[in-house]
């Protein structure tokens, strides 16, 4: 069986996407003879050629507008933001065309366009390379917003994004970008929109995406040997359109949440699937959802960064405190 | 009479002076019908921007940006385009608009309330939604130039902007894209002098136009006054563009008569006598003089084109007052492919 790391993967659904549709484009800052600063573009310029897979000058407003022009041409863009904090100077092309087009053409332009930002820490980045931008992003009507944990399901994942007719956001953990996972790459399997229980158990659900998954599982281990407490553990996968079908029926059967994300506390993930698990099994939560995240600061230098990101340990602990609550 | 302010430095192309006389051969290439229809657009359009002064006056429109004095500028650079080509437009080239044969109607819907972006067909029209947020629609004109090449296709796309737009980032990303990548684009600044309240001589220090060298494209300056400069200047830029010389920045010359919007007072920031003073360049006036001296038209042609203005203009308000507001499930029909449950579950909601 083979093994992929996250970055093959990646490559590998980009290459995919490329062959089995000519309209498929991928460019951004770095992307064609370097490969992309994390490689996940090696290669591409070399099979499919300088007309489709390019470098474009510094300037991620002007990749992510010629990607809505060149959807007006019938070109399905596939960009990349070099790191999550680059992503901003984009933000208004994204927010106030990318995510509007379809409705502000009344559904006659489709804006099939594909943002992969390598994004969150824990890989002892530069300021400025380490931040969780999904707010932003699942906060603007229009988006899809996904975010895989481990290399198979980022290919799924990056392949259900390019396909899709409406913009999707994929935020890849740089910080799983290299460990490896054995198996065979698939686009089937739970799309956009699907959430997957990773990890039996009814004691609680504890739920993350992106990087924070291993390290609730590791929890979830954790405190089965310590305290004999058995969790289920939910990659989300989909920050946008949320699995609400599967967040539910985690509440009724499990009765107790933790939400696990590395984005500031404030107006992040754990805020939605709070308010959403209260509005829909309120009479099954037997404790207050918990949340561990990362703290209302500025993401910090790599020397203090796991004092900032949700730690095996404190995502254990309020384990131990919802399940005894 | 002194022109305005913000047209001093570099002379501009022209055709025709503003009193009409020819500069040099006033011959664009164009024959009588098309010398004709320019006139007639222009005149069509200044009577129908009235009209919906007018109609917002009358709270059948919210906030409209008017566009008098700017007729040459969109009729001349829309004209010179051909039915292929795309234009991507600001929210104020309601002239240029109908020259690509938009739907008034349609596109006052925007004004109206009832639809954001492009309530026409832009596919069917190859004119973009309207676009406020300044100088983001540089980019995508770009965006689809790039594209339409990567296609083989000899046709160009058009980015409208303003002089205030030219101050954006997305300007200089757009401008720097295109000559980059030698995208078949046109970016057309219409510099009127004013964004909002602010002169030109506070958005930029330097002309517009000259930035293009910095780029690594031509760039020109034209009498954005002059129907025939417009044209000859655009026209030029687009066959450039397809035969793969890539873009052009042109600068065109303009006088915003009006204020910024219905919602707009001028008189705080812009002295009555200025206007007054760029009433002396008034594009119809001028190309009407020459159109009429040189013989290739008489009192009755331009006679009729006001008369057809006018009944144009009213069958615009006709079909515009008897829009009502759209059915307010029209929120929640486009903003997905296919909507998500938890979406449809707020559908429910909203409508009951």
């Keep these: 069986m083979t093994e992929w790391t996250m970055v093959g993967a990646l490559r590998r659904a980009l290459a995919d996407a490329m062959r089995v549709d000519d309209r498929v484009l991928v460019f951004g800052e770095d992307v064609g003879a370097l490969g992309g600063v994390f490689r996940v573009t090696d290669g591409l310029q070399e099979e499919f050629g300088a007309e489709r897979v390019f470098d474009t000058p510094i300037g991620e407003a002007g990749i992510a507008g010629a990607a809505v022009g060149l959807a007006f041409a019938g070109w399905k863009s596939v960009v990349e933001m070099q790191f999550d904090a680059f992503s901003y100077p984009s933000l208004e092309q994204v927010i106030d065309h990318v995510a509007k087009m379809r409705t502000r053409t009344r559904g006659r332009i489709d804006m099939p366009i594909t943002i992969r930002i390598p994004s969150f820490g824990g890989i002892k980045g530069k300021e400025h390379h380490g931040e969780s931008p999904e707010t932003y992003y699942v906060h603007t009507a229009g988006l899809k917003v996904v975010s895989p944990s481990t290399p198979l399901d980022a290919y799924r994942l990056l392949r259900a994004a390019i396909a899709d007719p409406d913009p999707v956001v ?17 686009a089937d399997g739970p799309g956009i929109g699907e959430a997957r229980v990773l990890r039996e158990g009814n004691a609680c659900t504890v739920i993350g995406y992106g990087a924070m998954v291993v390290r609730c599982l590791e929890a979830a281990e954790t405190v089965a040997a ?21 967040l539910e029926a985690c509440v009724r059967e499990t009765g107790r949440v933790v939400v696990v994300h590395e984005a500031p506390l404030t107006l992040g993930m754990g805020a ?17 959802v918990a949340r561990v995240t990362g703290w209302d600061v500025p993401y910090p230098p790599a ?3 796991q004092h900032y990101l949700p730690s095996v340990e404190r995502i254990a602990d309020a384990i131990r405190r919802t399940v005894a609550y | 009479v002194e022109a305005p302010a913000h047209w001093a430095g570099t002379d501009p192309v022209r055709v025709l002076d503003p009193d009409g006389s020819p500069v040099g051969d006033p011959d664009v290439g164009l024959g009588r019908e098309e010398l004709h229809a320019l006139l007639r657009w222009m005149i069509v359009a200044r009577r129908l921007d009235r009209e919906c ?12 940006p008017g566009f008098e004095g700017q007729e040459a500028s969109q009729v001349g650079s829309a004209f010179a385009l051909g039915p292929e080509d795309f234009v991507f437009p600001t929210f104020r080239e309601l002239a240029a608009a109908l020259v690509r044969g938009v739907d008034p109607v349609r596109y006052l819907w925007y004004h109206r309330g009832t639809w954001h972006g492009g309530p026409y067909d832009p596919r069917a029209t190859r004119f973009g939604p309207i676009c406020i947020p300044v100088a983001t629609q540089v980019i995508h004109a770009v965006g689809y130039a790039m594209g339409v090449a990567k296609d083989g296709s000899d046709a160009v796309a058009l980015g409208y902007v303003g002089d205030g737009a030219a101050s954006e980032g997305d300007f200089h ?30 958005q930029t220090a330097g002309e517009i136009w000259k930035r293009a060298e910095g780029y690594g494209m031509p760039g020109v300056r034209v009498d954005g006054n002059d129907v025939l400069a417009v044209y000859r200047v655009t026209r030029e830029a687009a066959d450039r563009a397809r035969r793969g010389a890539g873009p052009t920045l042109i600068e065109a010359l303009t006088y915003r008569i009006g204020a910024h919007s219905t919602a707009d007072d001028a008189s705080r920031y812009r002295d009555d006598a200025e206007v007054e003073g760029a009433r002396a360049f008034d594009p119809i006036a001028r190309y009407r003089t020459w159109l009429l001296a040189a013989g290739h038209a008489d009192d009755s042609v ?6 057809e203005a006018e009944t144009f203009a009213l069958g615009v308000r006709e079909g515009l007052v008897a829009q009502g507001p759209p059915p307010a499930e029209w929120m929640f029909d486009w903003v997905y492919a296919v909507p998500p449950a938890s979406l449809e579950q707020q559908r429910r909601e909203a409508l009951g």
Excluded: C
Excluded at chain 1, 231 to 244: K, T
């Design chain 1, 170 to 186: 994929v935020l890849e953990p740089k910080a799983r970008y290299w460990p490896k996972e054995a198996g065979e790459l698939t």
């Design chain 1, 226 to 246: 310590s305290d004999g407490i058995e969790v289920r553990v939910v990659d989300l996968r989909s920050l946008s359109p949320l699995d609400l079908d599967l």
């Design chain 1, 272 to 288: 939605e699937i709070a308010a959403r698990v209260m509005e829909l099994a309120f009479d099954h939560l037997e404790a207050p």
């Design chain 1, 303 to 305: 020397s203090l960064e």
């Design chain 2, 53 to 64: 002064v007018a109609l917002q006056r009358q709270g059948e429109l919210t906030v409209y």
């Design chain 2, 173 to 202: 990303e757009g401008a720097n894209l295109a000559a980059v990548f030698g995208a078949p684009a046109i970016i057309f600044v219409q510099n009127n002098g004013w964004a909002i309240s602010v002169p030109t001589r506070l």
């Design chain 2, 302 to 307: 331009v006679a009729g084109f006001e008369d």
